[in-house]
Nanobody, 115 residues
Framework: VQLVESGGGLVQPGGSLRLSCAAS????????MSWHRQAPGRERELVAT????????NYADSVKGRFTISRDNAKNTVYLQMNSLKPEDTAVYYC?????????WGQGTQVTVSS
């Protein structure tokens, strides 16, 4: 089982990034997918979640209207489009796959928002 995040980097405030999480080794379409983040000295927090069929999405209040989660079951990939980035969005971003009794995490990708 692998979840491999990519697309992180350094961006100026107000900029955009698109994170990708490529999955392998399990039936991607049967899992709810979510993005989480962890800033230095803080607990990991949920950013966005996407249901198995993609019809349900939910966002943390801090990112509503700026971030969009989506999935492509044909490509076994989940995305996080991040717009209007703020310095407080700086964190390591992780994707998670979950179904009843099973949870998988990626290794994370660093996002730094700074001028």
């Amino acid at each position: 089982v692998q979840l491999v995040e990519s697309g992180g980097g350094l961006v100026q405030p107000g900029g955009s990034l698109r994170l990708s999480c490529a999955a392998s080794g399990f039936t991607f379409s049967s899992y709810a997918m979510s993005w989480h983040r962890q800033a230095p000295g803080r607990e990991r927090e949920l950013v966005a979640t996407n249901s198995v069929a993609g019809g349900y999405t939910n966002y943390a209040d801090s990112v509503k209207g700026r971030f969009t989660i989506s999935r492509d079951n044909a490509k076994n990939t989940v995305y996080l489009q991040m717009n209007s980035l703020k310095p407080e969005d700086t964190a390591v971003y992780y994707c998670k796959a979950a179904r009843v009794g099973l949870v998988y995490w990626g290794q994370g990708t660093q996002v730094t928002v700074s001028s």
